[in-house]
């Protein structure tokens, strides 16, 4: 063969050769080989030019007889000999026409709407996210294009039916309508006999399937006519064609091989693999013997590939072919070894590997690298303490293995309508033969998910997408698939028995040390007694401890994981009578905790357990007989009486935290277990929670609880005769654990829970109300009062039961003078002032009106929410720190915050008032010139100040106060140096532009409690 016959559309290969040996057969009369392979050389010349596959380089003749040249080399000479001139035939139209389904002519695409196009479009191509991808990728075709790109993408998926179907001349619309070659292929093929043409559509479809050991398809001798020469060898030719369309891989490789490697298709990948095509040569490489020395005399059975590269992508794309390539020839070998026993002994198929050390890359290694384990160290890592940090974890994770278990199991027997199962887990403790066991009657497991999850560190089964699906509902305490390996914390020698539903056999592994590899026996279920112990399902796990092991006390570790597990869990010590590990719910959980310390329920003791979204929420509260309330039991701070056990949070039962649910500490008693698919996740070591969505959603329902708990014990105290204003009082004071004790995990949700307490008084058109702090913030405006008698009708009403109001006893008492503010009152803000709820209502409501009078010794302060610009501004609490220490060196305790109005509000008998004090605030009123000069030092703070001169700010605060609390109009300037100096901000603070300052305004403070002629208002603080 030359390189011009290589170019002929004429006969010009061996194979063709030997093919045309069947003109002279009887079955094959009228045939003529040399007429067929011009018409499909011109037919194939048509393959690209309507612009679809026009990518594909070379689709022409050329690519045809290559493929046909290489089987000189591909068939081992002795099977050249044994094949018939019909075997010939049959490969050879194969090799022919196995792309001519690719053939799209300018007839066929413009009858495309007549054809299972349109369909294929839309139920098929752009269906869900991998369509709407396709689409954005192709956004920048034109309209025409993309037809044709989709167009393509139908004919690549059709292309072995197409010539399936065309070859025994059937043009079938739902493959595209191609009458005109259909007519053509039938006067090629008219003069074959029709079972011929069949198989011929069936080896080419062949190409793209992979079920070649199927020989009652592919016949390994299938007659055509009397004579043997008529007979041919299916699945051999099959084999050969994939074979040479396989290893046709130089650069006019056809598309047909990428096909079935790349998907989903993309036209810039396509025209990249083909620009990086760079092969020059594919050939069988000489036998070699033992010492792999080459003897050309030797049996072949690899074949060697050359090219170089220069861009790695092209490089990379080669060598993951070649090794598919050759797991294609080992299955190709495969296939013909299994036929040669089935009676075609005379076909060879030599191949079975590639060498690709001929294919070079220039500038970079030819091997890829990752990233690998080394299994010995993270095994050791993963068993070692550097996960959980505590042996004792080794009977949680057991006993969870086999919570989940029942869990499934149930679900199953439910599922088959066994309402009798009951799952049950045993766990014993030897501590003389050092034996610890769990065993359960769960799920088991089969071989598959030994291998698969058992014994693969990672995977755990409960994650798998198929059991996901199998089980939708089911939420697994199991996660991470490492759990197990915590057995070798405490022990070397681990045996697992495990059963199966169904499987006749039982199984046992018997694991020493982590390192090793395993054996596992299988066990008549019926016969052996330790299958017989695990029954129909079940796995016993049973570790050998390791001497020097402390396994701690199992009664007391059990007791801390397992709380409310659902199903009955057991222990056994030493041979006692087994007894109950854990409790039916939460509350009988937290009920025994607190006896077993001495806290027995009665009427002074009860647990409460509310639930919400999957959250159960247990706690103690106590009966106070002074107060006639029920508040939870704050757990004293460092005392021997607060065991761990008494609070925390579970997680399907089992234990994850040790603090009261909501909180880094332990406050006060409570327990939580959360269940279901909103289960908060936990860390890999089961020790805290991960901060997601789900921790919030369960954290707003625990102090939701809490708060719920408070709020219906304050209208408990409504209904036993106390007044709204005392029920709010004590709303705040029950409340007070929720902050007092320790700190929540999440202020925000806890502040939103509290913002539902009704712990506020309002009044409005002489209704006097309970309502909360969220109720007030939705009002536009409130005001609040201030004056000896209001405080006084207010400490009235409180010992009143019933419905009496403030505007009640005002218009009682006849004052004509004293009317509450039009609109809503909070009635009980000094009550508020310095507590937690009360800051939460402040710090997002500003003062927007004052009303001072002075011979009523009374102030209102109108409220609203802020918006908007602030109307005041506060001492940075960095500052507010260092004027307290100040303070607290030059005088008394300070006992308000400061407050700056740096807008103007309507003020009403402020005249000569420079700032008004009430409810724990000085409000430095807008406008005057010592809230300009204190403002300066404000902004000046917010925009960054240093320490020093934050000292200095305090001191010109200082000062100030000073001023106005002493009521002195002018503060001596020595005075102010004096403790400029003593501060050490001398330089800092200007003497003359302070006192200028505080002189000018006249300054003079309003504050009610100045009446009062006790020093109680000096000592505020200890109210906080
Ligand atoms: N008692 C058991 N019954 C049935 N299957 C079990 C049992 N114990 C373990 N398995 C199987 O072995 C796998 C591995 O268990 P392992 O405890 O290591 O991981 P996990 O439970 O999946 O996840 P985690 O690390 O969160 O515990 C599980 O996924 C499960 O399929
Ligand atoms: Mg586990």
């Given at each position: 063969?030359?390189?011009?016959t290589?170019?002929n559309?004429?006969?010009?290969t061996?194979?063709?050769?030997?093919?045309?040996?069947v003109?002279?057969?009887?079955a094959?009369q009228g045939?003529?080989?040399?007429?067929v392979?011009?018409?499909?050389?011109?037919?194939?010349?048509?393959?690209g030019?309507e612009?679809?596959?026009?990518?594909?380089t070379r689709?022409?003749i050329?690519h045809i007889?290559?493929?046909?040249?290489?089987l000189?080399?591909?068939?081992?000479?002795?099977?050249?000999?044994?094949m018939?001139?019909?075997?010939?035939?049959m490969?050879?139209?194969?090799i022919?026409?196995h792309?001519?389904g690719m053939l799209v002519?300018r007839?066929?695409f413009?009858?495309?709407?007549?054809s299972g196009?349109?369909?294929?479009?839309?139920?098929?191509?752009l269906v869900?996210?991998?369509?709407?991808d396709?689409?954005?990728k192709?956004?920048?075709l034109?309209?025409e294009q993309?037809e044709r790109?989709?167009?393509q993408e139908?004919?690549?998926?059709?292309?072995?039916?197409?010539?399936?179907?065309?070859?025994t001349?059937?043009?079938?619309?739902?493959?595209?309508d191609?009458?005109?070659?259909v007519e053509?292929?039938?006067?090629m093929?008219g003069?074959l006999?029709?079972?011929?043409?069949k198989?011929l559509?069936?080896?080419?479809?062949?190409?793209?399937?992979n079920?070649l050991?199927d020989?009652?398809k592919y016949?390994?001798?299938q007659?055509?006519?009397?004579?043997?020469e008529e007979s041919c060898?299916?699945?051999?030719?099959a084999?050969?064609?994939?074979?040479?369309?396989?290893?046709?891989m130089?650069?006019d490789?056809t598309?047909?091989?990428?096909?079935r490697?790349i998907?989903?298709?993309?036209?810039?990948?396509?025209q990249?693999?083909a620009?990086?095509?760079?092969v020059r040569?594919?050939?069988?490489r000489?036998g070699?013997?033992?010492?792999g020395?080459?003897?050309?005399?030797l049996p072949?059975?690899?074949?060697?590939?050359?090219?170089?590269?220069?861009?790695?992508s092209?490089?990379f794309g080669?060598?993951s072919f070649?090794?598919?390539?050759?797991?294609?020839?080992?299955?190709?070998h495969a296939?013909?070894t299994?036929?040669?026993?089935?009676?075609?002994?005379?076909?060879?198929?030599p191949?079975r590997?590639i060498?690709?050390?001929?294919v070079?890359?220039?500038?970079?290694?030819?091997q890829?690298?990752?990233?690998t384990?080394?299994?010995?160290?993270?095994l050791d890592?993963?068993t070692g303490h550097?996960?959980?940090?505590d042996?004792?974890v080794?009977l949680?994770?057991?006993?969870?293995?086999?919570?989940?278990?029942v869990?499934?199991?149930r679900i199953?027997?439910q599922?088959a309508?066994?309402?009798?199962y009951?799952?049950?887990?045993?766990?014993t403790?030897?501590s003389?033969?050092?034996v610890?066991?769990?065993?359960?009657n769960?799920t088991?497991?089969?071989?598959a998910v030994?291998?698969?999850?058992?014994?693969?560190a990672?995977s755990s089964?409960?994650?798998?997408a198929?059991?996901?699906?199998?089980y939708?509902?089911?939420?697994?305490?199991?996660r991470?698939?490492?759990?197990?390996?915590?057995?070798?914390?405490?022990a070397?020698?681990?045996?697992?028995?495990?059963a199966a539903?169904?499987?006749?056999?039982a199984?046992?592994?018997s694991?020493?040390?982590v390192?090793?590899r395993?054996?596992i026996?299988t066990?008549?279920?019926?016969?052996?007694?330790?299958?017989k112990r695990v029954?129909?399902?079940?796995t016993?796990?049973r570790?050998h401890?390791?001497?020097?092991?402390?396994?701690?006390d199992?009664a007391?570790?059990m007791?801390?994981w397992i709380?409310?597990?659902?199903?009955e869990?057991?222990?056994?010590v030493d041979?006692?009578?087994?007894?109950?590990?854990g409790f039916?719910?939460?509350?009988?959980a937290l009920?025994?905790?607190?006896?077993r310390?001495?806290?027995?329920e009665?009427?002074e003791?009860r647990?409460?357990?509310?639930?919400?979204n999957?959250v159960t929420?247990?706690?103690?509260v106590?009966w106070s007989d002074?107060?006639?309330?029920w508040?939870?039991?704050?757990?004293?701070r460092?005392g021997s009486d607060?065991?761990?056990?008494?609070v925390g949070?579970?997680?399907?039962?089992?234990?994850?935290e040790?603090?009261t649910?909501?909180?880094?500490q332990s406050?006060?008693?409570a327990?939580?277990?959360?269940?279901g698919?909103?289960?908060?996740?936990?860390?890999?070591?089961r020790?805290a929670f991960?901060v997601?969505?789900?921790?919030?959603a369960?954290?707003r329902?625990v102090?939701r609880?809490y708060?719920?708990q408070?709020?219906?014990?304050?209208?408990?105290?409504e209904?036993?005769g106390?007044s709204?204003?005392?029920?709010a009082?004590e709303?705040?004071?029950?409340?007070?654990p929720?902050w007092?004790g320790?700190?929540?995990?999440?202020s925000?949700?806890?502040?939103?829970?509290?913002?539902?307490?009704?712990?506020v008084?309002r009044?409005s058109k002489?209704?006097?109300?309970r309502?909360?702090?969220?109720?007030?913030?939705s009002?536009e405006?409130?005001?609040?009062?201030?004056?000896?008698?209001?405080?006084?009708?207010?400490?009235?009403?409180?010992e009143?039961?019933?419905d009496?109001?403030?505007?009640?006893i005002?218009s009682?008492i006849?004052?004509?003078?004293?009317?509450l503010p039009a609109?809503?009152?909070v009635?009980n803000m000094?009550?508020?002032t310095w507590s937690?709820?009360?800051e939460?209502?402040?710090?997002?409501?500003?003062?927007?009106?004052i009303?001072?009078?002075?011979?009523?010794?009374?102030i209102?302060?109108?409220?609203?929410p802020?918006?908007?610009p602030?109307l005041?501004?506060?001492?940075p609490?960095?500052a507010?720190?260092?004027i307290?220490?100040?303070?607290e060196?030059?005088?008394?305790?300070?006992s308000?915050?400061?407050?700056?109005?740096?807008?103007?509000?309507?003020m009403?008998?402020?005249?000569g008032?420079?700032?008004?004090r009430?409810?724990?605030?000085l409000?430095?009123?807008?406008?005057?010139?010592?809230a300009?000069?204190?403002?300066?030092w404000?902004?000046?703070?917010r925009?960054?100040?240093?320490?020093?001169a934050?000292?200095?700010?305090?001191?010109?605060?200082?000062?100030c106060d000073?001023?106005?609390s002493?009521?002195r109009?002018?503060l001596?300037?020595?005075?102010m140096?004096w403790?400029?100096?003593?501060?050490?901000?001398s330089?800092e603070i200007d003497t003359?532009?302070?006192?200028?300052?505080?002189?000018?305004?006249?300054s003079r403070?309003f504050?009610?409690s100045?009446?009062?002629r006790?020093?109680?208002?000096?000592?505020?603080?200890?109210?906080?």
């Open positions: 063969m030359t390189i011009s290589l170019l559309d004429t006969i010009c061996e194979a063709e050769k030997n093919a045309e040996a003109e002279k057969l009887p094959f045939f003529k080989l040399s007429n392979k011009s018409r499909v050389a011109m037919l194939l010349g048509h393959i030019r612009q679809i596959f026009e990518q594909f689709h022409d050329t007889n290559k493929m046909l040249g290489m000189d080399w591909l068939i081992p000479e002795r099977t050249q000999k044994a018939t001139p019909c075997d010939w035939l490969l050879t139209l194969s022919y026409f792309d001519s002519t007839d066929e413009a009858r495309r709407a007549n196009f349109p369909a294929y479009v839309s139920d098929v191509l869900g996210d991998a369509g709407k396709l689409e954005t192709l956004a920048s034109s309209q993309r790109f989709y167009y139908y004919v690549r998926h059709h292309h072995a039916k197409r010539i399936r179907a065309w070859s001349g059937r043009n079938v619309s739902d493959l595209g191609a009458r005109l070659v053509e292929i039938n006067k093929l003069a006999p029709e079972t011929f043409r198989d559509g069936l080896v080419c479809e062949s190409h793209h399937l079920d050991e020989l009652s016949q390994v001798s007659p055509y006519g009397d004579l043997p060898n299916l699945q051999y030719i084999v050969m064609l994939r074979t040479a369309d396989l290893l046709h130089t650069q490789r598309p047909s091989v990428e096909f490697l998907a989903p298709t993309d036209p810039i990948s396509q990249e693999w620009k990086q095509m760079a040569t594919v050939r069988s000489l070699r013997d033992r010492d020395v080459v003897d050309k005399d072949r059975d690899t074949i060697e590939v050359y090219a170089h590269f220069k861009e790695p092209g490089f080669l060598t070649l090794s598919y390539a050759k797991r294609e020839l080992q299955q190709s296939w013909v299994y036929a040669r026993k089935e009676g075609a002994a005379n076909y060879e198929f191949w590997d060498d690709d050390s001929h070079e890359a220039e500038g970079f290694l030819r890829q690298f990752e990233f384990l080394d299994q010995g160290k993270i890592l993963l550097t996960i959980y940090n042996a004792t080794v949680r994770e057991l006993t969870q293995n086999a919570i989940d278990a869990r499934v199991q199953d027997a599922e309508g066994d309402r009798s009951k799952g049950a887990i045993a766990v403790w030897s003389e033969r050092r610890l066991e769990v065993q359960d769960g088991g497991m089969s071989q030994i291998e698969r999850h058992l014994l693969r990672g089964k409960y994650q798998e198929d059991f996901r699906k199998r939708p509902k089911f939420s697994p305490i199991s991470f698939g490492i759990g197990v390996l915590s057995c070798f914390m405490l070397d020698s681990v045996e697992i028995i495990t539903p169904g499987d006749p056999q199984r046992l592994l694991l020493r040390s390192h090793g395993y054996l026996r066990l008549d279920k019926k016969v052996d007694p330790e299958a029954g129909a399902h079940g016993v796990v570790l401890v390791r001497p020097s092991a402390d396994v701690g199992v007391e570790i007791r801390r709380v409310v597990p659902e199903c869990v057991t222990l056994s041979g006692l009578p087994a007894h109950r590990v039916d719910s939460v509350k009988a009920s025994d905790e607190l006896r310390f001495g806290h027995v009665g009427p003791l647990v409460d357990e509310v639930s919400e999957g929420i247990a706690c103690a106590e002074t107060f006639k309330e508040s939870l039991v704050e757990i004293p460092g607060s065991p761990d056990t008494l949070t579970c997680v399907e039962g089992v234990r994850v040790f603090t649910p909501g909180y880094g406050a006060f008693y327990l939580c277990n959360v269940s698919p909103g289960a908060p996740k936990t860390n890999v070591a020790s991960e997601t969505g789900e921790l919030y369960a954290l329902v102090y609880a708060c719920k408070v709020a219906d014990e304050a209208s408990q105290l209904r036993r106390f709204k204003t005392w029920a009082e709303a705040r004071w029950l409340l007070a929720l007092t320790a700190r929540p995990i999440n925000t949700l806890l502040d939103e829970a509290i913002a539902q307490v009704p712990l008084v009044e002489g209704q006097r109300a309502v909360s702090i969220a109720d007030i913030r009002e405006y409130w005001w609040t009062t201030d004056s000896a008698l209001f405080t006084s009708a207010e400490s009235l009403i409180r009143v039961p019933g009496v109001s403030l505007a009640g005002m009682g006849g004052s004509q003078v004293d009317v609109g809503t009152l009635c000094h009550g508020l937690y709820p009360g939460l209502l402040r710090s997002r409501s500003e003062v927007d009106k009303v001072v009078d002075t011979t009523r010794r009374r209102d302060l109108r409220w609203r802020s918006r908007g602030a005041w501004m506060d001492v609490e960095e507010n720190q260092v307290r220490q100040i303070a060196r030059h005088r008394a305790r300070r308000y915050d400061y407050l700056v109005g740096s807008q103007s509000i309507e009403v008998g402020l005249e008032i420079v700032a008004v009430a409810f724990g605030l409000l430095i009123v807008p406008g005057s010139k010592l300009e000069y204190l403002l300066g404000l902004r000046r703070a925009a960054g100040l240093t320490r020093r934050m000292r200095a700010l305090a001191v010109a605060f200082e000062c000073d001023a106005l002493s009521g109009v002018v001596d300037a020595d005075e140096r403790m400029a100096q003593r501060e050490g901000v330089d003359d532009e302070l006192r200028d300052a505080i002189g000018d305004s006249g403070v504050d009610v100045a009446w009062r006790r020093e109680v208002a000096l000592h505020y603080e200890d109210f906080r």
